[in-house]
């Protein structure tokens, strides 16, 4: 019979001071806000970083340019609508177009692990050239690493992006006001369940393809047409929630949205309900909001619609004063809610 | 533990325990075992959780809710203390 | 989706909500005793709709938290080893042991899946004939079906490398445990939908019958949540203590037959411990004698294993409806879901986790779910 053991309680605090990196500290959630500001901010702490946003907008020698950096370590590579290497240069674009910056050049620098097959890089680079392409960027620097087998999952790409900010506006957390509206500029969840629809064991017959799209051309039309933008976040890992959260946060304001307004398409709200999963957390690739004065709604909104990767904008709540720093939703019902960060990862669940 | 949501049957295959159905959720196609629910066909409505059809959806039964409600507005409507609190 | 969304129509929402205040002459306390009607209640504000009389308390309904810790230490201690494959529903992996949860097994390299069904962990077994996979079998009535097949399966099939590490629980006799304890002051209780989907309702008889409590077994969205309080009110009302059907679109009064009939013969009644409670006679499941070498616990060696609660941690009496999680000195300092010190923080359906993600607002101050201010 096997020995009897009684284990001493630790503190179960200590699973939050692990010592150990955990996936939920890339999970877009709580953990990785701790890991940012706990660590990283105060380590590399200057009032650009502080601002907290996708991208660094930079004054040098009279120019505005936006700076920016993601890495991609999506799995699975290739997913319905896309693969790691569209995802690497709209991602990045993405990052540019929310910081109000026309993207101009990227970095791309690869990771890749011995015995990765080459019919697999071709792919991606193939994709990355196709989606610059279509974005028109140029891809102008870059590099490439192998690690050991075994020390790499395939291949990791970060890519780095310079755009050029033609505009006076700052377009940041700071600027978002009271009285504000929250524009969404299409239906949510698509990347997240086509990623999560390819893991093991939770295939579906039906493709969802991931919404990944390059965003600039819908944030040039606000600029151009002289919209007086407050604030733009594309919606990435953690979904509509984090962005939110993150603005409302940083801005110390309140952000008001409504659910009945978010739009959400039946297949994608099919999944979530097998799965357990709340669209509001989902990560999307292709969808942004935009913050925008009252006045500037119509517009705004008009604007949006004729740009087919935004074609489905639709307002969907506004900013208000108090509490500070949080969201909230109105139910279906008629009842508010608190939207908060989640801990990690987003888990489907049974119960 | 009761994460079971109603989906409807678009096509069957397999028999007994094998028996197996592809049922849409919205739209959203997946696999689901029809081994606990023999009697159901395509066309039906069944409730699935973890994969498993653990019952069939009794079309009447689903609208009783809102007969109900419908009596309760009808009452109201008769006589306007009742939905008073 | 069709059976989903008309079951959220506000307005029908507010006429129930409605035909309740009107029918209340006095306060009730009743409970729910399944997690998935937790989130609901929680993320709808179902309670915001209801009369100050009626109170809901939440009863141990989420697995998840009723799994006992030294179950939990058993899982990662399996899940630790090189040659394993551990499967699990993604309620678990946050689910804190002694020290650790499954997310952290994984971190140091340990192989831990999220499968959607148990038949998919029979799947890996097939694809991975060097390995041994382990499945959690966490649930109450609903998922024994479903488990009991995964093994069922892999005994026809003759594998040798699948096991199971179960931690079944049953309703009724939590139901007794709550219902029978001297500080007892549920009087009405909305039984599980889903589980009755499997089991039927006609074990509930009996209980309404020695407590005097009505009992009605009711769905999962907004309006079979009101509907099923409604009844449930009704019942108190006028003095009634019947076994009721609100789900009746699911649930049959037999259940489904042919999964009782499969549960009863991979599965037997034993004791079970319930985390946070302690131990209720005959509560849970075991696989029966025919089936015992897919136990994982004999498997792998881990029967003997004994663990210990954190003293502040008051999990229990919070998931026997006894206190509030704002009662809890711990509750919103030392735990909260992003460092929780029991199982009703971590789960999405515990009731700590429920109420202080969704904690109200009242004009400008932050209330928590469940504490109805005046005005």
Request: net charge negative.
């Amino acid at each position: 019979m096997a020995e009897v053991k009684s284990f001493q309680l630790q503190c179960p605090t200590l699973l939050n001071d692990s010592e150990r990196v955990q996936l939920a500290h890339g999970g877009g959630g709580r953990r990785m806000h701790e890991l940012l500001e706990g660590l990283l901010l105060p380590s590399f702490k200057n009032d650009l970083l502080l601002e907290r946003h996708d991208g660094a907008t930079l004054n040098i020698a009279g120019a505005r340019l936006a700076f920016t950096t993601d890495s991609y370590v999506v799995k699975p590579l290739f997913f319905p609508g896309g693969d790691i290497g569209t995802l690497a240069v709209n991602g990045t674009v993405n990052d540019l177009a929310m910081c109000g910056a026309r993207p101009l050049y990227l970095s791309s620098a690869f990771i890749l692990e011995e015995g990765f097959p080459m019919e697999s890089l071709r792919r991606v680079v193939e994709s990355m050239r196709i989606t610059a392409a279509e974005a028109k960027v140029q891809l102008v620097t870059g590099d490439t690493k192998v690690v050991d087998k075994g020390k790499g999952d395939g291949i990791f790409v970060n890519t780095a992006g310079i755009g050029v900010v033609e505009h006076t506006l700052t377009i940041a957390p700071s600027s978002v006001r009271v009285g504000d509206v929250i524009l969404l500029s299409g239906d949510l969840g698509r990347h997240g369940i086509a990623i999560m629809a390819m893991r093991e064991g939770l295939s579906f017959e039906t493709t969802i393809e991931s919404d990944c799209a390059p965003l600039w051309e819908p944030v040039a039309a606000l600029l151009d047409a002289g919209i007086e933008i407050h604030c733009l976040r594309d919606l990435t890992r953690g979904g509509l929630s984090s962005g939110l959260i993150e603005i409302a946060e940083t801005a110390q304001v309140r952000i008001s949205i409504d659910e009945m307004l978010i739009p959400v398409r039946e297949d994608v709200a099919g999944a979530c309900e097998i799965l357990g999963l709340d669209p509001l957390y989902l990560a999307n690739e292709g969808r942004f909001i935009a913050i925008v004065p009252e006045h500037a709604t119509a517009s705004a909104l008009e604007i949006l619609n004729h740009h087919e990767v935004s074609s489905g904008t639709v307002r969907i709540g506004q900013v208000l004063e108090k509490p500070a720093g949080l969201v909230t939703m109105k139910s279906r019902l008629g009842t508010e809610r608190i939207l908060d960060m989640l801990s990690g990862e987003q888990l489907p669940r049974i119960c | 533990m009761c994460l079971a949501v109603p989906g409807k049957i678009l096509s069957v295959h397999g028999e007994d325990f094998a028996r197996m159905a592809r049922v849409s959720f919205g739209g959203i196609v997946k696999e689901v075992s029809l081994a606990y629910v023999p009697e159901a066909n395509e066309g039906e409505y069944v409730i699935v959780h973890v994969g498993f059809a653990i019952s069939v959806v009794d079309e009447d039964e689903a609208l009783r809710t809102f007969e109900i409600l419908k009596q309760m507005g009808e009452l109201a409507e008769l006589d306007p203390q009742a939905g008073e609190a | 989706m069709r059976y989903v969304e008309e079951y959220r129509d506000p307005v029908a929402a507010q006429q129930f909500a409605e035909a309740i205040k009107s029918t209340v002459t006095r306060p009730w306390k009743l409970m729910e005793i399944c997690g998935g009607q937790t989130h609901s209640i929680v993320k709808y504000g179902i309670d915001e709709l209801l009369p100050k009389e009626v109170e809901l308390v939440h009863g141990p309904g989420c697995p998840v938290c009723v799994t006992p810790l030294e179950l939990i230490d058993k899982a990662l201690q399996i899940a630790a080893q090189p040659n394993v494959i551990f499967c699990s529903f993604g309620d678990m992996l946050r689910v804190p042991g002694s020290g650790g949860d499954l997310f952290s097994v994984k971190a140091a390299g340990g192989d831990v899946r999220i499968v959607y069904s148990p038949t998919d962990a029979v799947q890996i077994a097939i694809q991975n004939p060097d390995k041994q996979v382990v499945f959690f079998a966490v649930g109450f009535e609903t998922t024994a079906p479903a488990n009991a097949m995964s093994v069922f399966l892999a005994k026809q099939m003759g594998l040798k490398n699948y096991s199971v590490l179960v931690s079944h629980v049953l309703v009724p006799p939590a139901m007794e445990v709550i219902l029978g304890s001297p500080d007892n002051h549920v009087q009405g209780f909305l039984a599980a939908g889903h589980v009755c989907t499997v089991m039927g309702y006609e074990e509930y008889e009996p209980i309404a019958k020695k407590y005097k409590v009505p009992i009605v077994v009711t769905g999962f969205e907004p309006l079979d949540l009101l509907q099923g309080i409604y009844m449930c009110v009704s019942q108190l009302e006028e003095g009634r203590y019947e076994v009721e059907n609100q789900y009746a679109r699911a649930v049959r009064k037999e259940g489904n037959v042919p999964a009782q009939q499969l549960v009863a013969k991979v599965f037997r009644v034993v004791h079970r411990k319930w985390r946070g409670i302690g131990e209720i006679a005959q509560s849970g499941l075991g696989l029966a004698p025919d089936f015992a070498e897919f136990d994982a616990e004999a498997r792998f060696g881990v029967s003997g294993y004994t663990a210990e609660e954190d003293s502040e941690c008051i999990s229990g009496l919070v998931m026997q409806g006894a206190k509030k999680p704002e009662d809890c000195t711990a509750y919103g300092k030392r735990c909260t879901p992003d460092h929780p010190l029991g199982a009703p923080m971590v789960s999405s359906e515990g009731a700590c986790a429920a109420y202080y993600r969704y904690r109200r607002l009242r004009s400008d101050e932050l209330v928590n779910v469940g504490s109805k201010s005046r005005g």
